[in-house]
T-cell receptor
């Protein structure tokens, strides 16, 4: 079946530090890949997505590249801000066989300090 | 666009009581999902609907849980009777079409506490 594995958190960084949150996946078919972000007390929001191999999703300074050869979709940001503190979820949706459901990772909490 | 609206935001109830959670999806979205979030199990998909019809309820934990979508603008998730292990944040989400690359729009959730 489909699964997503994320690095455990929390990840604590100083402001302006470089961020990487690792995500690897297992899927049948040709999945689309997503990063969602959850701020305290809120629901998840789509951060970025990539729908095929070698695509790069980007938004608000965050980037992730769909790497089929390593089945990975790592999230990166060159310079984090305190306002980026949140929980980040990697997710996949398999176009074939996965129906219309997203499979989420367990989430990685990011804390950015001054 | 008001987004996905859930009510109530918080619900505290005693074990054995019936609990009803409500959701209004984004207008025009034809898919609706119910998720449960806990520290131990993360995000779990409970059930989803397409055009008001339940498509997959394999994530519903047991018969105490039921969900309905009587029309395109309203859905409920009911727990009867509730138990302390049902304590979690319940999210409703909707999307405009169900292909693999369609994003989900989440509500702010209902935090349920069963004592």
């Amino acid at each position: 079946g489909n699964s997503v594995t994320q690095m455990e958190g929390p990840v604590t960084l100083s402001e302006e530090a470089f961020l990487t949150i690792n995500c690897t996946y297992t899927a049948t078919g040709y999945p689309s890949l997503f990063w969602y972000v959850q701020y305290p007390g809120e629901g998840l929001q789509l951060l970025l997505k990539a729908t095929k191999a070698d695509d790069k999703g980007s938004n608000k300074g965050f980037e992730a590249t769909y790497r089929k050869e390593t089945t990975s979709f790592h999230l990166e940001k060159g310079s984090v801000q305190v306002s980026d503190s949140a929980v980040y979820f990697c997710a996949l949706s398999a176009v074939r066989g996965g129906g219309n459901k997203l499979t989420f990772g367990t989430g990685t909490q990011l804390k950015v300090e001054l | 666009d008001a987004g996905v609206i859930q009510s109530p935001r918080h619900e505290v109830t005693e074990m054995g009581q019936e609990v009803t959670l409500r959701c209004k999806p984004i207008s025009g979205h034809d898919y609706l999902f119910w998720y449960r979030q806990t520290m131990m199990r993360g995000l779990e998909l409970l059930i989803y609907f397409n055009n008001n019809v339940p498509i997959d309820d394999s994530g519903m934990p047991e018969d105490r849980f039921s969900a309905k979508m009587p029309n395109a603008s309203f859905s409920t998730l009911k727990i009867q009777p509730s138990e302390p292990r049902d304590s979690a944040v319940y999210f409703c989400a909707s999307s405009s079409w169900g292909l693999g690359n369609s994003p989900l729009h989440f509500g702010n959730g209902t935090r349920l506490t069963v004592t």
